[in-house]
């Protein structure tokens, strides 16, 4: 076993710590536990959505919306299907992917580090630190009191919340884009929207009786396909895709999803995120049967209310 399992008792503490917040969900078996989470995903009913999330990513205004694609949309879609078309992703579409994603992989297997050496470990990172401290310090934990120190924190996460915590560091930055791009203009609502789906999708996941943080993995990294695909259609010389129509945004979703498998294929962060992936390359996530597609369906529309300030 890796530190995360041994550490103060990995799950069965961050179980019993779920265990206390009202309306908690039942926890989640251990990871590698599939025993009735296929069918109990499956028949998650997929939450009522709103207009498609490219209208909010763009801020674009669905009742204005045009009956059918536009020409900027259908130029769109056929660079998106060229991408698909290749066996790998260009780097240069996720830049950042080849750093982080490892980095991400060295934290989570690690093994047979005491909690004091992990603190000093994790204090070396002051954004890290920061934010294992945030998260130990937050509302779910308020009833134990104010977090002392590293250690304290780490030990109230937790395996499942060290690991999204860790895990919501080190891949921020394959959310950022440069300056005056297309990429740009949507970067800082793609990052709330996967920072939201995140905690829906770890949420739906444990309802789900599957691995808490393969939900939260999906939610964080699903929205790389649009990073992806705004990369794509800048450097083909897309510079805007309005006024966007809903068939327009539905069929660029749905290769956005294609676009996420493809680029997430080598990240084997855990098995069931890159079981996921595989699939995402193959199906669509509305038509998946894939236990984290219907993690996700279930995850979109409240964190889609939440951010519109409905929630």
Not at 12 to 34: I, M, N, Q, V, Y
Not at 117 to 139: F, K, M, T
Not at 216 to 231: E, N
Request: glycine share 10%; hydrophobic share 50%.
């Amino acid at each position: 076993m890796g530190w995360f399992s041994r550490l103060l008792g990995g799950q069965d503490r961050a179980a019993a710590a779920d265990s206390k917040k009202p309306g908690a969900a039942p926890a989640a078996p251990a990871p590698g536990s599939t025993a009735g989470a296929e069918s109990s995903a499956a028949s998650m009913p997929a939450a009522a959505l709103g207009p498609p999330l490219l209208f909010w990513l763009l801020g674009a205004d669905d009742a204005q919306a045009p009956p059918a694609p536009q020409a900027v949309e259908r130029q769109a879609i056929s660079v998106a299907d060229q991408l698909l078309a290749q066996a790998s992703l260009p780097r240069e579409l996720l830049p950042r992917a080849a750093n982080v994603v490892p980095q991400l992989l060295a934290l989570l297997r690690q093994q047979d580090l005491p909690v004091p050496v992990l603190a000093e470990r994790i204090g070396r990172d002051p954004v890290l630190a920061a934010e294992v401290l945030r998260q130990a310090g937050g509302a779910f934990f308020a009833h134990l009191g104010p977090v002392a120190d590293l250690p304290q924190a780490i030990q109230r996460l937790g395996t499942e919340g060290l690991q999204m915590a860790i895990a919501r560091v080190v891949l921020r930055p394959m959310f950022q884009a440069a300056p005056d791009s297309l990429s740009a203009r949507t970067a800082t609502r793609l990052w709330e929207h996967a920072d939201g789906l995140s905690q829906h999708a770890a949420q739906a996941a444990r309802q789900a009786g599957l691995p808490a943080f393969d939900g939260y993995l999906v939610g964080l990294l699903h929205d790389t396909g649009w990073t992806v695909l705004f990369h794509a259609l800048q450097r083909a010389g897309i510079v805007g895709l309005e006024p966007v129509s809903v068939a327009g945004a539905d069929a660029l979703a749905e290769r956005a999803h294609r676009l996420f498998g493809l680029a997430a294929a080598p990240w084997e962060i855990t098995p069931g995120f890159a079981a996921f992936a595989a699939d995402a390359q193959k199906r669509t996530l509305a038509l998946s049967s894939h236990p984290l597609a219907a993690v996700l369906r279930a995850a979109e529309g409240p964190c889609m209310t939440e951010l519109q300030g409905g929630g």
